[in-house]
């Protein structure tokens, strides 16, 4: 699986932003895709990841409520909305892509896309 991310940029804090992750490969809908993303300084830390059929979502605590992960399996791509910015958002995020969810958690997921760097202003 191949990854492509994009989207990223600079905002201010409040402003909305989409990410998205085009995927290559026949069995995209086979695999559960997300975001993890690196803050400026510190470790990856697991965002979101959504199943291969779309039917569930798993949001860190940080991000619930203001982003949204949904995936176009026909288009063979996700995409991350992510609304209220915060200062705090401000991170270099990759696409993700496993067959196992607990792959998010733990930051190690198979496939990985190239980081777009979110930058969000006070």
């Known amino acids: 699986v191949q990854l492509q991310a994009s989207g990223g940029g600079l905002v201010q804090a409040g402003d909305s932003l989409r990410l998205s992750c085009a995927a290559s490969g026949r069995t995209f809908g086979g695999y559960v895709m997300g975001w993890i993303r690196q803050p400026p300084g510190k470790e990856r830390e697991f965002v979101v990841a959504?199943?291969?059929?779309?039917?569930?979502?798993y949001y860190a605590d940080s991000v619930k409520g203001r982003f949204t992960i949904s995936r176009d399996n026909a288009k063979n791509t996700f995409y991350l909305q992510m609304n209220s910015l915060k200062p705090e958002d401000t991170a270099v995020y990759y696409c993700a892509a496993d067959t196992r969810l607990n792959q998010f958690y733990s930051g190690s997921p198979r496939y990985w896309g190239q980081g777009t760097l979110v930058t969000v202003s006070s």
């Open positions: 959504i199943s291969g059929s779309g039917g569930s979502t």
